[in-house]
């Protein structure tokens, strides 16, 4: 009676490599769009329009500039930046959402 | 992002607005002014404006990055003096009086002056609506698809 050698099975290595691939082409593409991008983006824009509201109202506190615009229209920047923040959390959760429902 | 650096070009004219307003309330306060620091009477001052672009690091780096956009605006080049006469006014018991008991009074106009400070007015106005009307803009398109 023949017994058959066991091979090794080399199709995970296979799976493995094509998952390989798209990332390394994730990793590479330039200005990815990915949502993870372009929510650093996102969240750096918040964190710089805060950052600059709050050194203006303190220059407007110590009376250093006689500018009262600066302090509204940064106010402005700081408020547009959160609700682009918000409508891209909203966005990339209905698009998971979406995924999810798939459904196996 | 580019979308806000918009707002700096309105904010600039404010600014700009806000100066010559300065400026105009420095006339109408030293309109009987007849002693200054260098001798004689005040001299009427006015603004020169000129356009600019932003020229923060921050700015320009975004401004290539994202192709070549640039972001305008207005600011105050120099503030000059008018060159025209003092008014001689007859009055020989002012303490600065010359010989003659004339005094030099500055050469300011009110009601060019008042009409300047209606014009800034409109100007800052009409600086606040362009404003509210980007910010209008870009509120609306984050409605987008909502």
Avoid: C, W
């Avoid at chain 1, 490599?17 to 929510?39: C, H, M, R, W, Y």
């Avoid at chain 2, 007015?121 to 509120?139: F, H, P, Q, S």
């Amino acid at each position: 009676m023949n017994i058959i050698p066991i091979n090794t099975v080399n199709s995970l290595d296979e799976i493995g490599k094509i998952g390989q691939s798209v990332l390394g082409n994730a990793k590479t593409d330039e200005g990815g769009l990915s949502f993870q991008s372009i929510f650093k983006d996102a969240i750096s824009d918040v964190k710089e329009t805060n950052e600059t509201l709050e050194y203006e109202a303190n220059r407007l506190a110590t009376g250093e500039t006689d500018n009262l615009h600066d302090i509204t229209i940064a106010s402005t920047k700081a408020s547009l930046s959160v609700e682009l923040f918000v409508q891209l959390r909203n966005k990339a959760l209905e698009a998971y959402n979406e995924i999810m429902r798939i459904g196996i | 992002m580019a979308f806000l650096n918009s707002l700096n070009i309105a904010g600039s004219g404010l600014t700009a607005s806000r100066l010559r307003m300065d400026v105009i309330s420095e006339n109408i306060a030293n309109y009987s002014t007849t002693k200054t620091e260098d001798g004689g009477p005040y001299r009427r001052k006015s603004v020169v404006y000129e356009a600019v672009e932003d020229k923060s690091f921050g700015s320009i780096l975004k401004d290539r990055l994202n192709g070549d956009q640039t972001t305008a605006g207005v600011q105050v080049s120099e503030i000059v003096e008018d060159p025209s006469d003092f008014n001689y006014v007859y009055n020989p018991t002012h303490p600065d009086a010359d010989e003659n008991g004339y005094v030099a009074m500055p050469n300011v106009d009110v009601t060019q002056e008042m009409l300047d400070m209606m014009s800034v007015t409109r100007v800052y106005d009409m600086n606040i609506n362009a404003l509210n009307a980007m910010k209008g803009m870009a509120a609306r398109a984050l409605e987008i698809g909502r």
